[in-house]
């Protein structure tokens, strides 16, 4: 960074970063406060939507988001 450039502060640096779309399935287990084995269970029930990248299975963001609405208690 050259003297004559400013700064950002911290918060409009980690603002513009987006999270991923997709998870791995350890992240999606920390997210959701479960084991690892949950995870695939629930991938097996077709709660969670996996993606294949290769030989990676990885969990959409959006399945977890929709799995923690449908479960959320109605007012």
Known sequence: MSAGTPRLPYEAVSSSV???VLVSQLEAARL???ERTTIWRMC???ELAQVRIGRRSLITRASIQAYVD??????
Do not use: E, F, N, Y
């Not at 449908?70 to 007012?75: F, I, L, N, V």
């Open 32 to 34: 959701l406060g479960v």
């Open 18 to 20: 987006t999270a991923p």
């Open 44 to 46: 097996g029930r077709h």
């Open 70 to 75: 449908s479960r959320a208690q109605k007012g």
